[in-house]
């Protein structure tokens, strides 16, 4: 029988007993408190979740219970023997090449182990047998003698998570997140919504492999680590911005300015357009703020005609002249009401045409300027 597990010098085992034959969360061994245990003749078996801080090298105390505390040289001996201790995965096997302790006169009851981190700090347990069919109470505890980072969660909100000097695991969860990851070398998910990484150094000075959603960011002249990256829309350098998000708010701003330019945006203008669109301007708007630019009316006129229109659409966004069948269809949507010039250009910019032809452009990302204002 397994205990709630509390502080040693206030919390009363004796009174809080519960059944722990299965593997669940209900009873866990953390760092900096203890978890009581008792074994009989009809209770051959205690789990217990272990909850790791962060990855690093751990040590798993168990002694005896004389004094409601726990130690390396608190011996867990008794009159017995055939009490085993093991940590197992999550289906419950024995963690290769750790060691198993058992209570013997001989046994210190300390067990260390390594965890390297990423996504399975819950699936590690601790399996207390009971061999002997013998009556005892035990305690566990978790010391931490090195540890290199620490797990950070976000939660279903917009989180600002701050990373250690360490080698983090950081899941930020759904929501806008901000992700300060810090020096070493961090496991990072940004989950759902649009999250950014900052770092320390400029641009130039990171190496990126991979893909969009699932890269590896390197620092190749300072202490940022080498970092692991999924779900990561955005990167904020010193001196730059990177974004990832081809489908979403960049992408569409990228496409946008070729579409009614015929040209590479600007880097202050790209990262003024994606910033209205993270907050919920939609591409059509954008594409009529287009339409009150110089360069716009430069390019297509003040008050140009719908054929106009049509046409240096066709031009500048898909590089050919009108076929006779799409410029009809877009004169009678337009010349009816149908969609707005500025509808009919944010149409024409994210075409499977306009699509295929940019993409060679941004496939490693987009590089833009923070808009600060």
Not at 272 to 301: C, N, P
Request: aromatic content about 12%.
């Amino acid at each position: 029988m397994a205990y709630v597990y509390g502080d040693a010098t206030v919390f009363d085992e004796r009174t809080k007993g519960y059944d722990s034959n299965s593997r669940s969360s209900n009873f866990q061994v953390s760092q900096g408190m203890v978890s009581f245990g008792k074994m009989s003749s009809s209770d051959l078996t205690d789990w217990y979740q272990l909850n790791l801080d962060g990855p690093g090298n751990y040590t798993l105390v168990v002694s005896t219970d004389p004094v409601n505390n726990y130690s390396p040289t608190n011996e867990w001996r008794e009159t017995f023997s055939g009490i085993k201790v093991e940590i197992t995965d999550i289906n419950g096997n024995p963690l290769s090449g750790v060691d198993i302790s058992y209570a013997n006169t001989s046994t210190d009851g300390s067990i260390s182990f390594a965890y390297a981190g990423g996504y399975t700090h819950g699936d590690f347990f601790v399996k207390v047998s009971n061999l002997a069919y013998a009556n005892t109470d035990y305690i566990l505890g978790l010391n931490i003698n090195s540890v290199a980072g620490k797990n950070i969660y976000g939660t279903s909100g917009n989180d600002h998570l701050v990373g250690t000097t360490g080698d983090d695991n950081i899941v930020a969860g759904a929501g806008h997140d901000l992700i300060d990851n810090g020096k070493g070398n961090d496991i990072i998910n940004g989950g759902t919504g649009t999250d950014f990484l900052v770092m320390s150094g400029r641009l130039g000075e990171y190496s990126i492999t991979g893909t969009t959603g699932n890269f590896v960011i390197k620092d190749v002249v300072g202490t940022d680590g080498t970092d692991t990256v999924t779900q990561v829309e955005r990167l904020l350098f010193t001196d730059a911005a990177l974004a990832f998000d081809l489908d979403g708010a960049a992408g569409q701003a990228y496409r946008l300015y070729q579409a009614a330019f015929g040209r590479k945006p600007d880097l202050a203008g790209l990262g003024y357009w994606i910033d209205r669109m993270d907050h919920g301007v939609s591409l059509t708007q954008v594409a009529a703020g287009f339409f009150q630019s110089a360069e716009f009316q430069k390019l297509y006129g003040s008050f140009p005609s719908t054929a106009t229109l049509i046409t240096n659409f066709y031009q500048n966004v898909l590089h050919r002249a009108p076929d006779q069948a799409g410029f009809d269809y877009w004169s009678n949507q337009i010349n009816r009401g149908q969609i707005t010039p500025a509808g009919a250009l944010a149409s024409f910019c994210e075409s499977t045409e306009n699509q295929a032809q940019v993409i060679g452009q941004i496939q490693n990302g987009i590089v833009y300027t923070e808009w600060l204002g």
